[in-house]
């Protein structure tokens, strides 16, 4: 197996890990995101995001994007917005990898916070972050804004 940044042509697997990614948190029609709009945004000169693949025998098996955020209280900090496994290839310690390189990303650009969300029902995702040395907050809650929402309450 091996850990690299993601080119550009591997944006079709990398949308198809995503797709099934939706389908694992019981939200298979909820990817809107293209082709097109990942290469878009990720491969010009001021990229919204990174992404880290891993590929076994040059298939792609599992990817990690993440991107910069600002925190009032830290400075320059990391989301990782997603990490995904193949399903057929879990357990394999292909997460852990991708995991890893994420961490040693954060590490390498001297930043001091890496967050991401996690579902409560995700028990394994959730026992690995806590043995990594995670701090699932627990009394916080994540809020979104969807489009709906966002118009109702602008057009309102």
């Not at 290469?39 to 010009?44: A, D, H, N, Q, S």
């Not at 025998?57 to 900090?77: C, H, M, N, P």
């Not at 990303?105 to 001297?110: L, P, Q």
Request: some cysteine; hydrophobic content about 45%.
């Amino acid at each position: 197996m091996k850990v690299r940044e993601a080119i550009k042509s591997d944006m079709p697997q990398v949308l198809e890990l995503i797709k099934e990614l939706a389908i694992f948190e019981k939200e298979p029609d909820a990817v809107e995101v293209t082709v097109a709009d990942l290469e878009r945004e990720g491969f010009v000169e001021n990229p919204l995001f990174t992404c880290f693949v891993a590929e076994i025998d040059e298939e792609i098996v599992g990817a990690a994007l993440v991107y910069f955020r600002f925190s009032t209280w830290k400075g320059r900090t990391l989301h990782l917005e997603d990490l995904i496994v193949k399903e057929e290839k879990r357990g394999m310690g292909i997460g852990e990898a991708l995991y890893k390189q994420v961490m040693q990303f954060a590490y390498d650009r001297g930043l001091k916070r890496v967050a991401w969300d996690v579902l409560d029902w995700n028990t394994g995702a959730i026992r690995f972050y806590e043995r990594s040395g995670a701090n699932i907050v627990k009394d916080w809650r994540v809020v979104h804004m969807d489009e709906k929402g966002l118009k109702n309450f602008i057009e309102k």
